[in-house]
Every structure is written in structure tokens, then in C-alpha cells.
């Protein structure tokens, strides 16, 4: 089946270490987003990639990475400049156009300990 | 700027019944998609319905219709005969066409009581 996959669905790290977000479509699409989700909030923008090898930030990219090597495939690091990396993270696709809807994946439950 | 406003951080309704979330944006181009989302206490984010700017006619999806009125932009989303599978949260999102960012709203907690 077609969708998008992100794993580990709970993460826990200890403060001051990097992580890694994984995110992997197999929808063929384009462009592909990262939002992060705090507790009772709307979604909101680290990054996004419009094709492979090119990627913008978003509203809150400061303490985040991302890299776009694959059209499949779009990790976020989550670094240690990140001061409250504590969030629900959701990763999202979209065939290109910018007038389809958005595809998400399940999300990754990061806690920072 | 903040784009799409939802007002209503909560609501309830009572099985059975139709319930109105409302959604507001701000815009200056004339091409956009609007775009209502589910979100189930487990977080996946769930596609309801879709209206674009040039659209004459308010989109409709099974029980789900959105109330567009471009003038006063707005977009709200109605359901029809609640279920208390309707029970999360709603966001509103907005696009603009050859450009792909989405903003989305801040969302209403939607409670179906039986």
C-alpha cells in the first residue's frame, strides 16, 4: 500500500544529544514537509522540500536539520540547539502542485529527557 | 502573520446533531485551496474536505460540507449528524496555488456526547 511511513512512533532522549527523525514516502510525490505539534496547538513548519536536493526552511527551523538525498526519503535531525525539542512530529507529502492535499504520516512522539 | 484563525478552541455537541467549526483566513491572492483535517487523539491527520477559490460550489464529502464565503473568507466546516467517532480535533488549513507552504489554524476540540 501507498503512504507515508515514520518511525519510531515514541522516542526518548536524554538532553544535549542529536536525533534523527525518519520519514519515508512511497507515494511518488514531490514535495515533503516537517511540522512540529505541542500539546492542544495547530501544526506548525520546520521545513519543507519541494524536490530532491533542495529544501526551505519553515516557521520554526532554528535547532533543526533536514536533508532531501532521495525523492523518497526526508529525515529531521532534531539537534541540541533545539531548546524545547519535546513535541509530537509529523512528517507530510504532497504531489507538487500546491493544491493537493497534504499526506501525513503518522507522527514520532519525541520526548527529551 | 498568522493566516487561518479559528476561534472556537472547544465545542460540544450532542449526537446525532450538525455542528459548525469555524474557520477564517487572510489572504491577498485570488488562488488558494482551503483544506479541513481530523485529528483522532492518536495524531494521525486525517484529509475531509477540500475548496478551492474558484470553486462556484461549496464542497461536499459524505457527512462533511464546507460553507465557503470568499467574500468575508471564510470556510467553515459543517457535519452533519454527529457521531461520537467525530469526537477530536479539527484543523483548518490554507494553500496558495504554485506555492506549496500550508498554514494551518490552531484547531477545535470537538467532544460528540451521547
Known amino acids: 500500500d501507498g503512504g507515508i511511513t515514520q518511525s519510531p512512533k515514541y522516542l526518548f532522549r536524554k538532553e544535549g544529544q542529536n536525533v534523527t527523525l525518519s520519514c519515508e514516502q512511497n507515494?511518488?510525490?514531490?514535495?515533503m514537509y516537517w511540522y512540529r505539534q505541542d500539546p492542544g496547538q495547530g501544526l506548525r513548519l520546520i521545513y519543507y522540500s519541494q524536490i530532491v536536493n533542495d529544501f526551505q526552511k519553515g516557521d520554526i527551523a532554528e535547532g533543526y536539520s533536514v536533508s532531501r538525498e532521495k525523492k523518497e526519503s526526508f529525515p529531521l535531525t532534531v539537534t541540541s540547539a533545539q531548546k524545547n525539542p519535546t513535541a509530537f512530529y509529523l512528517c507530510a507529502s504532497e504531489p507538487g502542485q500546491g493544491t493537493n492535499e497534504q499526506f501525513f504520516g503518522p507522527g514520532t512522539r519525541l520526548t527529551v529527557l | 502573520a498568522q493566516k487561518i484563525t479559528q476561534t472556537q478552541p472547544g465545542m460540544f455537541v450532542q449526537e446525532k446533531e450538525a455542528v459548525t467549526l469555524d474557520c477564517t483566513y487572510d489572504t491577498s491572492d485570488q488562488s488558494y485551496g482551503l483544506f479541513w483535517y481530523k485529528q483522532p487523539s492518536s495524531g494521525e491527520m486525517i484529509f475531509l474536505i477540500y475548496?478551492?477559490?474558484?470553486?462556484?460550489q461549496n464542497a461536499t464529502e459524505g457527512r462533511y460540507s464546507l460553507n465557503f464565503q470568499k467574500a468575508r473568507k471564510s470556510a467553515n466546516l459543517v457535519i452533519s449528524a454527529s457521531q461520537l467517532g467525530d469526537s477530536a480535533m479539527y484543523f483548518c488549513a490554507m494553500t496558495h496555488y504554485n506555492f506549496n507552504k500550508f498554514y494551518f489554524g490552531s484547531g477545535t476540540k470537538l467532544n460528540v456526547k451521547p
Open positions: 475548496q478551492g477559490s474558484y470553486d462556484e
Open positions: 507515494l511518488n510525490h514531490d514535495a
